[in-house]
């Protein structure tokens, strides 16, 4: 089979990325560029300042990866441009949809929509210059991020169904505003987990509640967040107060510093809650599909304790587990040249003329065609 060679753009959130990808596995070139640092001041990303920064990188990246294919004698051969188009923020989307959409209809190449979750998904069938297998299907699909906490079923086709996800916070979403109340830095959910790790071995963890779900695979993680608000109130001495607006409990927190013991434990009991309820979801998954192999990816399958625990569950149902390199966790755009490939191979997507214009999505669920 000829293995396309795809450019691929992603700017879904705060990444600005472009990477060339051979046969959806093979990463040629790529170039990220991170606005953590942009964001940090502020807690979290704001979509008009993401927006601006991907106006300034994604030219830049675009002009580093073609130079690169350039100098490896493959720059005529890319047949394609796969694109973020959803779920993410619009601004942001709209940015990396346009500049790519312009330099392929500059060139007469056509785009390919791809969905950002099912990006974090290939994720697991790139490589580098390490030969690795690639995964077996049909598989079981762990997308778990700051933004998105779902379960899928992948088919050997390639073709997506949606299990079940978080009915409120994401997994990293829970991670990160726990660990702005406790003072850690931004990104939060790197830091609380190097907090937790900080616990003593053997210590005793108060537990954290999570909530029971309608749906056999859905995740709820709001409530470990009231549980860890609540602990750290009572151990900055505000037994008194109930939870309250994120800035309120900030400045709360600021004026009574919570001891580093407290924040520790905290971390630790936030750490093992979510983890427990993912690896909990993932094991009611593979035991209802004994067919199935199991593959992890977005950002906070980056989180030791949770791949440890994944690789656990994998064992104990004798399955195979793939996990991307931590590279591939975090949002890229090989990961999107992957999707562009898989779409294309399975015919569940097909190549647009840019000149139509190329629509964004704030929303877009996994497995679905591209929204009217």
Same mark, same amino acid.
């Given at each position: 089979?000829?293995?396309?060679?795809?450019?691929s753009? &992603?700017?879904?959130?705060?990444?600005?990325?472009?990477?060339?990808?051979?046969?959806g596995?093979?990463? !040629?070139? &790529?170039?990220?560029?991170?606005?953590?640092?942009?964001?940090?001041?502020?807690?979290?990303?704001?979509?008009?300042? %993401? %927006?601006?920064?991907?106006?300034?990188?994604?030219?830049?990246?675009?002009?580093?990866?073609?130079? &690169?294919?350039?100098?490896?004698?493959?720059?005529?051969?890319?047949?394609?441009?796969?694109?973020?188009?959803?779920?993410?923020?619009?601004?942001? !989307?709209?940015?990396?949809?346009?500049?790519?959409?312009?330099?392929?209809? +500059?060139?007469?190449?056509?785009? !390919?929509?791809?969905?950002?979750?099912? =990006?974090?998904?290939?994720?697991?069938?790139?490589?580098?210059?390490?030969?690795?297998?690639?995964?077996?299907?049909?598989?079981?699909?762990?997308?778990?991020?700051?933004g998105?906490?779902?379960?899928?079923?992948?088919?050997?086709?390639?073709?997506?169904?949606?299990?079940? =996800?978080?009915?409120?916070?994401?997994?990293?979403?829970?991670?990160?505003?726990?660990?702005?109340?406790?003072? +850690?830095?931004?990104?939060?959910?790197?830091?609380?987990?190097?907090?937790?790790?900080?616990?003593?071995?053997?210590?005793?963890?108060?537990?954290?509640?999570?909530?029971?779900?309608?749906?056999?695979?859905?995740?709820?993680?709001?409530?470990?967040?009231?549980?860890?608000?609540?602990?750290?109130?009572v151990?900055?001495?505000?037994?008194?107060?109930?939870?309250?607006?994120?800035?309120?409990?900030?400045?709360?927190?600021? /004026?009574?510093?919570?001891?580093?013991?407290?924040?520790?434990?905290?971390?630790?009991?936030? &750490?093992?809650?979510?983890?427990?309820?993912?690896?909990?979801?993932?094991?009611?998954?593979?035991? +209802?599909?004994?067919?199935?192999?199991?593959?992890?990816?977005? =950002?906070? %399958?980056?989180? =030791?304790?949770?791949?440890?625990?994944?690789?656990?569950v994998?064992?104990?149902?004798?399955?195979?587990?793939?996990?991307?390199?931590?590279?591939w966790?975090?949002?890229?755009? %090989?990961?999107?040249?992957?999707?562009? /490939?898989?779409?294309?191979?399975?015919?569940?997507?097909?190549?647009?003329?840019?000149?139509?214009?190329?629509?964004?999505? +704030?929303?877009?669920r996994?497995?679905?065609?591209?929204?009217?």
């Amino acid at each position: 089979m000829r293995e396309r060679l795809l450019l691929s753009i &992603e700017s879904s959130c705060d990444e600005s990325a472009v990477a060339l990808v051979r046969g959806g596995r093979e990463v !040629l070139a &790529e170039r990220v560029a991170s606005q953590t640092a942009i964001h940090a001041p502020f807690g979290g990303v704001i979509p008009e300042v %993401a %927006a601006r920064a991907h106006h300034e990188w994604l030219p830049r990246l675009l002009g580093e990866v073609l130079k &690169e294919a350039e100098g490896l004698g493959v720059a005529s051969e890319i047949e394609g441009v796969a694109l973020t188009t959803g779920p993410g923020l619009v601004g942001s !989307l709209l940015v990396g949809a346009g500049i790519g959409s312009a330099w392929a209809w +500059a060139r007469g190449l056509p785009v !390919l929509n791809v969905n950002h979750l099912e =990006g974090h998904l290939r994720a697991a069938w790139l490589r580098d210059a390490a030969e690795v297998e690639a995964p077996t299907l049909p598989a079981i699909g762990l997308v778990v991020s700051g933004g998105h906490t779902l379960l899928v079923r992948i088919e050997r086709d390639g073709a997506v169904q949606r299990l079940g =996800g978080t009915i409120d916070d994401a997994a990293g979403e829970a991670f990160d505003k726990i660990a702005r109340l406790l003072g +850690a830095p931004y990104p939060g959910g790197a830091a609380l987990s190097a907090l937790a790790a900080k616990a003593p071995r053997g210590a005793q963890i108060t537990p954290l509640p999570i909530a029971k779900t309608e749906g056999l695979y859905d995740f709820s993680f709001s409530g470990v967040k009231t549980a860890a608000i609540r602990q750290a109130l009572v151990a900055s001495g505000l037994t008194d107060q109930s939870p309250g607006r994120a800035t309120t409990l900030t400045r709360q927190f600021a /004026e009574h510093p919570l001891p580093e013991a407290a924040a520790i434990a905290i971390a630790a009991a936030t &750490e093992q809650a979510i983890v427990g309820a993912l690896r909990a979801g993932v094991q009611r998954a593979l035991r +209802a599909n004994p067919d199935c192999s199991l593959i992890v990816g977005g =950002g906070v %399958a980056a989180n =030791g304790p949770l791949r440890d625990a994944l690789a656990n569950v994998a064992s104990e149902e004798r399955r195979t587990l793939v996990v991307p390199p931590l590279k591939w966790c975090t949002d890229n755009a %090989a990961m999107i040249g992957a999707a562009g /490939e898989a779409l294309l191979r399975d015919e569940r997507g097909a190549y647009q003329d840019p000149s139509a214009g190329v629509e964004v999505h +704030a929303q877009w669920r996994i497995g679905t065609a591209v929204p009217a």
